[in-house]
Nanobody, 124 residues
Framework: QVQLVESGGGSVQAGGSLRLSCAAS????????MGWFRRPPGKEREFVAT????????GYADSVKGRFTISRDNAENTVYLQMNSLKSEDTAVYYC?????????????????WGQGTQVTVSS
């Protein structure tokens, strides 16, 4: 089992920045990648960003490329999402998730442990 605790959500004006954190505990040796997903109001959950635990390879949704940066601290078992130039359409509940797959995945199906979610609200 892997437990995830997210923090860093909040309210910000358009153009502002927020940094989300997600700390993993438990069987962290099984982690091969971590990702961020979000669920906008009234919409389906969608992929935001992912990072491979060993190589550091990253991937982003087109909607956040150039504005969001995912990073990790292996020693602290923590993944971060730096969000800059925020837009109202970034408003959502953000979830971090753990993958134990041996390959890169941008699908929610590739992740089997999830955090509780943290609200991000961007006002225009």
């Amino acid at each position: 089992q892997v437990q995830l605790v997210e923090s860093g959500g909040g309210s910000v004006q358009a153009g502002g920045s927020l940094r989300l954190s997600c700390a993993a505990s438990g069987r962290t040796s099984s982690i091969t990648g971590m990702g961020w997903f979000r669920r906008p109001p009234g919409k389906e959950r969608e992929f935001v960003a992912t990072i491979r635990w060993n190589s550091g390879r990253t991937g982003y949704a087109d909607s956040v490329k150039g504005r969001f940066t995912i990073s990790r601290d292996n020693a602290e078992n923590t993944v971060y999402l730096q969000m800059n130039s925020l837009k109202s359409e970034d408003t959502a509940v953000y979830y971090c998730a753990v993958s134990r797959l041996p390959y890169y995945s941008t699908s929610a199906a590739g992740y089997d442990y999830w955090g509780q979610g943290t609200q991000v609200t961007v006002s225009s």
